[in-house]
């Protein structure tokens, strides 16, 4: 801790650019170095402003300390720019953060094919489709799924990932201990305990509108390349895939109706050059011989039927449904209504939808969560049946 409290106190110091503090790194090596270093040593550094080198004379380290407390409390991983764990690939961006704060195991990052899925926050029931399908795709041929967790297109690509047993990397607007949006909890804790949560900010930030286009550059600097689902002409998300582009990442898009708002970002970079993405291996292909070992196509499928002589099966007992009791198991109101509407045969989604009356969004969104609570099961045509008895 005694190291890395120079290492907080560089990245958290106000009237500071990261430019500025790896450019002091370069020259220094280490924050601590920084830290003691007179006024004439710091001017010498390339680059270096009056008004900057006037910054460095705070040397309070106390909101350091409390920094390196509450992630030691929280059990968080601080990583810096020197630490072997640190990704080379994001290393090598132009711009990579000094200072990591992580939830979870980072995953061997440059070993793995890492994809970033992103895409807008109002997302249609196409992109939200489109971005499930994808990630779990990505994720079930062993790529690395990196998402920001935002609503719509990030989220749902995240549990697609999961759904598929992947791992997934989310890379966060504020703190990793700041929970946004708020109906995310249960998906940072399944994002942390699959892989991890990143951000360059320390925890107690809240994730202001600034820090998401500053932090698009981690997403796509994790990545070999960049997924659009879907966006506007307006988005976030083209932001990200602009990032990818400058680091010398591929970006992808899915294409989508032409008269379709959300769309028209994604038909715009296919347009201008993006690879087309319809289904996972329009993606992976290109980095099979570049990992080699690392991914497999996506052929999972239900077991075999046991045999104990030739064209003779076995028939074995159906096992009993286990049984939830609603009041204690944390569900949300969709969710039990959902519950409640289905049955053990399996239901269309839009005769859920109407059924329950409840929006589509809300539909897919509480299907998905139940099916990774295994309280659900989905079958062939988006058509899904109770996994569980209930009991009030």
């Known amino acids: 801790m005694s190291m890395l409290k120079y290492w907080v106190w560089l990245s958290e110091l106000a009237g500071l650019g990261n430019q500025t503090r790896l450019a002091l790194l370069e020259h220094f090596n280490t924050p601590e170095d920084v830290y003691y270093a007179d006024e004439g040593e710091i001017l010498l550094t390339e680059g270096m402003t009056r008004r900057e080198a006037d910054a460095l004379k705070a040397k309070d380290l106390t909101e350091a300390e409390k920094i390196l407390t509450d992630c030691e409390r929280l059990e968080l991983q601080v990583l810096t720019l020197r630490d072997a764990a640190y990704p080379v690939r994001l290393r090598s961006i132009y711009d990579p953060p000094c200072l990591l704060y992580l939830r979870g195991r980072l995953p061997e990052v440059d070993e793995l094919p890492a994809v970033a899925v992103v895409g807008t926050r109002k997302a249609s029931p196409y992109g939200i489709r489109c971005a499930e399908d994808l990630a779990f795709g990505l994720a079930d041929a062993g790529a690395l799924v990196v998402t920001g967790l935002a609503r719509g297109i990030d989220s749902m690509a995240a549990q697609g990932a999961l759904r598929a047993g992947g791992t997934v990397i989310g890379v966060l607007g504020g703190g990793v201990d700041v929970i946004y949006p708020k109906e995310n909890g249960w998906l940072y804790d399944d994002v942390a305990a699959a892989g991890c949560l990143i951000s360059e900010y320390p925890p107690g930030t809240e994730p202001l509108p600034a820090h998401f286009p500053i932090r698009n550059r981690i997403m796509s600097g994790l990545s070999v390349a960049a997924l659009v689902v879907e966006a506007p002409v307006r988005s976030g998300a083209l932001i990200t895939a602009g990032m990818a582009l400058d680091q010398g990442r591929d970006v992808f898009a899915v294409p989508g109706p032409i008269y ?25 292909r290109d980095y099979e011989a570049q990992f080699p070992g690392k991914l497999r196509g996506t052929t999972r499928s239900a077991p075999e039927p046991l045999e104990t002589q030739p064209g003779q099966m076995v028939e074995t007992a159906e096992p009993a449904m286990p ?20 049955t053990d045969q399996p239901m269309l989604t839009d005769d859920l939808i109407e059924l329950t009356e409840l929006p589509t969004r809300r539909v897919l969104s509480a299907l998905t969560m139940l099916e990774i609570d295994q309280y659900v099961t989905q079958c062939s045509g988006k058509r899904y049946m109770r996994a569980v008895t209930l009991s009030e």
């Open 323 to 342: 049984s939830l009791s609603l009041k204690g198991a944390g569900l949300t109101d969709d969710q039990i209504l959902l519950l409640r509407t289905l």
């Open 260 to 284: 379709a708002e959300n769309s028209k970002g994604c038909n715009r970079l296919i347009r201008d050059g993006a690879g087309v993405a319809a289904e996972p291996w329009d993606i992976l």
